[in-house]
Structures are given as structure tokens and as C-alpha cells.
């Protein structure tokens, strides 16, 4: 996402999002949170305090990520030398973590005082800090930003030694301080696992339950509303509290409630920030979808433009498909480099088309995409050559990105053919494609008003959906 390098933006990483992220990238990271603080409870449920303030105590304010609370120039309030010991010491002393009923790095925000959404995205910066600037580094060559060589990484977790590891790496420096770019998809305005939830619409409820019991058989006081025990929610924290110790210790005595909820949580992705969020946030402008449409209409046909074809192409479609769409990869190396894709996205999809192509089971964890800046029509040596970048495990569903064609319905026929014999599922855009593509987003992004008085107007429909797509998929089933 867009980076102040002076002050921070108000948002955090959520660990609950890189849970959902189906490429490589994301389970590493995943791989990483979970080997991280299994070793920490690990430790605390031994009472190793040694290994526990050694895993702790490499923790530090990742003010190089620009992401978080801090008002004015970035300072940090999260963690220190001092508050990870702090960290250390609190988890060695509680029951939350010696029962199990902390198992993620998520719930120490419900029990562990001190710890809320800030500190939880400050640790998971440091724990993913190896993929980060993997992440960052491949941006910087997206984006053509300067690196410097020899920049202290920080510290490391390395999930198969399960130590920390310090070293130097390449990363940008503006103003002479390193920078880690974070990835939009795993950056909430809030964390998807939240206590105030749980308390309301979890924990109460069952006090609730409870002391409506407990009233019938005349051991509690109630309020009685028509001949029925009503507990009211003022009651339960009257009588329990809803400060988080009150919370930690009602839930240790019933630890099924918070099972449950975790389990629920577990059930439903969570959805990242939309472009208008981020603008929002950020204080950042929406993507000029007209702009960047223009961009690639712009460029003259031929080779000698066939990079700024490429360039605008990307830069239109990681606007146009996100967040379906994300962590784009230019001249994406597959079978140890010896073939390249153009462009390829991975499928973060929560709904619309991309997610309906993982519903019909049309292999499509990776989507790519080749782009064709041909003065004359693409035809069969193209098709062949996206599809013989498909497989099972990256996926089989591409777009090829080309000017225009003499036979539209023949090529649109040839692609129904790679289809019918199985080499996969290619979608050819077309220039009067792309602008169709654009004017659908802008119809979802600002709808036309609608009249309540006219009982068959349209619905709006999200712009995940791009019905253009749609209607190529269908194409290609015959």
C-alpha cells in the first residue's frame, strides 16, 4: 500500500488475514507466525523463563513498515527491549496461556494486559520480517525503486531452526531510513478477532443465560418483564465487569464460549480494505481508473513499446482486480526460469468472479496474464503459449491483453478450443474490452442514483464481479 515515510498510517497487520492467503508467500508467513509462538507457549508451559525472554526479547518497534498510531513523525509505542521482557513476563504468568486457551498470537489481545491490536501487528511485523522484505524487494523492482545494499535486516525468525538470525539485505532508504512495504491484502483498520465482540455477543449472552437460571430457581436477582426473567446486559457487568481481566478470568471458567468463537471467526475470511478504505485511511486518492486506461490506450502498437504496453497493463489491472487480485509479479520466472509470464497475480479472492472460478473448481490459486502490443492479430502460437504456462498447482485461468482483432469471434473460437481439450481457460481483452472492463468498475464504484419508484431497476453489482468475464467464461463452455 502507499507509504508516508514520515508518519504513520492508522492501520494494522492482521495475522488473521495471512491465515487465508493461499500462495506461497502467505504460508510462509504463516509458517513463521505459527512456529514463532508455538515455541513461546512451548516455553511458557515448561517454564523455560530463559527461552521465553530470548524469543521475546529480539522484539522490536518495526517503525520501518510507517504502520500503526504513532501521531506525527514515527516513534512507535509498541514494543521495546523492556516490553518484550514485559510480554515475556506476563505470558509465564498466565493461566490464559498455561491452559491453552491461548493458541494464536490473535488471543493475547484478549488476555494478556497491555497487549491489544497494536502491539499484535507489531509482533507479527517482526515475526514475517524475512517475507516482508522479500515482498519489498520484489516492489522495488516493480516499481523501479532504489535499493541499498548492506541494510541491518533486523532480526530474522527462521521457522526450521526456530531461532532468530541477523543479517544485512538490500532495501529502499528514503531520508536515509529503511522501509518494508507491506502488502495491502494483510492490513485491517481493525482486527478481525476483536474482544469487544466476543464480550457483547459471546460471553454476555451466555452470563445471561446463566443468571436467567440461576433467577428462575430463586438464586439470583432479575428483572421480571411479563412473568419472564430478564437479565439485562447492565446487570451481567455490574455483576462480572467488562475490563479485560474481568473478561479473562469469566472465560477461563468457560473456556467453550471462546472455543466457539474462534471457531466461528476461523469460519469466515475476513475481507482486506477496499480502494476507497485505503483512500480513506491513507488520505491517499482512489485509483484513476480513466487515467490508467488512457495510459494503455495510449501506447502505440508494436515492439518498440511492447515494455509500456506491459507497464500499463499491470498498472491498470492490479486497480481494476483488486483486491480479487493481488502481490502483482512482472516476468514471473516458472520451471527454474527457463519461462517467464508476463504478469502474474495471486487469487485472494473473497467473492465475484475469481472466487467463482475457485468455486467451480477451475484451478486458479495464481492467475496470469500475457500481454500482446501486436499491430496485427494475435493468434494460435500466443493462445499456446499462455496455456503452456497453465498447470494444476499454479493454476489454469489467464487473460491474454492484446489491441484489437480483424476476427474477434474467431480467436474468442480458438480459445474455446484450448478449453474443450483441456489446456485451460484463457480470456482474450481486446482495447474496446479494457474500456468495458473500466466503465463497469466506475458503474460499481459510483452508482447512477437509483429510483425507488421504478420496481425493475437494476441492482448495482459489486465491482468483484466484472460480468465481462462472466460472459468470456460461459463463451468458453460453448
Request: hydrophobic fraction near 35%.
Amino acid at each position: 500500500m502507499d507509504v508516508d515515510t514520515v508518519n504513520d498510517i492508522r492501520v494494522y497487520v492482521d495475522p488473521g488475514l495471512i491465515r487465508y492467503l493461499e500462495d506461497d508467500w502467505g504460508k510462509q508467513c504463516l509458517k513463521m507466525l505459527e512456529t514463532f509462538f508455538d515455541s513461546v507457549l512451548d516455553s511458557v508451559r515448561s517454564n523455560d523463563k530463559r527461552r521465553t525472554l530470548s524469543l521475546l526479547g529480539q522484539l522490536r518497534e518495526p517503525n520501518e513498515t510507517h504502520l500503526g498510531i504513532s501521531r506525527g513523525p514515527s516513534a512507535g509505542r509498541g514494543f521495546g527491549s523492556k516490553m518484550g521482557a514485559d510480554f515475556a513476563e506476563k505470558l509465564a504468568q498466565s493461566e490464559a496461556a498455561r491452559t491453552g486457551l491461548i493458541q494464536d498470537l490473535e488471543d493475547t489481545a484478549f488476555f494478556i494486559g497491555g497487549v491489544d491490536m497494536d502491539i499484535v501487528s507489531d509482533v507479527t511485523t517482526n515475526i514475517i520480517r524475512g517475507p516482508l522484505i522479500s515482498y519489498t524487494q520484489q516492489m522495488a523492482e516493480l516499481f523501479e525503486i532504489d535499493l541499498t545494499p548492506g541494510v541491518v535486516s533486523g532480526p530474522v525468525w527462521n521457522p526450521d531452526t526456530l531461532e532468530w538470525e541477523n543479517g544485512y539485505t538490500d532495501l529502499p532508504t528514503p531520508d536515509g531510513n529503511k522501509l518494508l512495504l507491506v502488502p495491502k491484502m494483510i492490513v485491517r483498520r481493525s482486527m478481525h478477532m476483536s474482544r469487544s465482540e466476543y464480550y457483547r455477543h459471546h460471553l454476555v449472552p451466555v452470563l445471561q443465560e446463566e443468571e436467567g437460571k440461576a433467577a428462575a430457581r430463586g438464586l439470583a436477582e432479575s428483572v421480571r418483564s411479563s412473568g419472564k426473567v430478564r437479565v439485562t446486559k447492565k446487570t451481567i457487568a455490574e455483576k462480572y465487569g467488562s475490563t479485560k481481566p474481568d473478561i479473562t478470568r469469566e472465560t477461563l471458567k468457560r473456556p467453550s464460549v471462546y472455543e466457539h468463537y474462534r471457531a466461528l471467526k476461523k469460519q469466515v475470511p475476513p475481507k482486506p480494505l477496499s480502494h476507497k478504505e485505503l483512500s480513506e485511511t491513507g488520505d491517499t486518492p482512489m485509483p484513476d481508473y480513466e487515467g490508467l486506461l488512457k495510459a494503455v490506450l495510449d501506447v502505440p502498437t508494436g515492439r518498440a513499446d511492447a515494455t509500456r504496453y506491459h507497464d500499463a497493463v499491470e498498472a491498470l489491472f492490479s486497480a481494476i482486480f483488486y483486491p480479487s487480485l493481488s502481490m502483482s509479479e512482472k516476468e514471473l520466472k516458472i520451471h527454474d526460469g527457463r519461462k517467464r509470464i508476463d504478469i502474474g497475480y495471486v487469487n485472494t479472492a473473497r467473492d465475484g468472479f475469481f472466487r467463482y472460478l475457485v468455486r467451480q473448481r477451475i484451478p486458479s490459486r495464481y492467475v496470469f496474464v500475457e500481454c500482446k502490443n501486436y499491430g496485427s492479430d494475435v493468434t494460435n502460437p500466443e493462445l499456446d503459449q499462455i496455456s503452456s504456462r497453465f498447470s494444476m498447482l499454479r493454476g489454469q485461468f489467464g487473460i491474454l491483453a492484446c489491441r484489437s482483432f480483424e476476427d474477434k469471434s474467431l480467436f474468442l473460437r480458438r480459445c474455446r478450443d484450448t478449453s474443450s481439450d483441456g489446456r485451460g481457460y484463457v480470456v482474450a481483452l481486446d482495447d474496446d474490452d479494457l474500456k468495458r472492463l473500466v466503465a463497469d468498475v466506475l458503474a460499481a464504484v459510483s452508482p447512477a442514483p437509483v429510483d425507488p419508484s421504478e420496481p425493475d431497476a437494476a441492482p448495482v453489482r459489486p465491482v468483484s464481479d466484472y460480468p465481462l468475464l462472466h460472459e468470456r467464461l460461459r463463451s468458453l463452455h460453448g
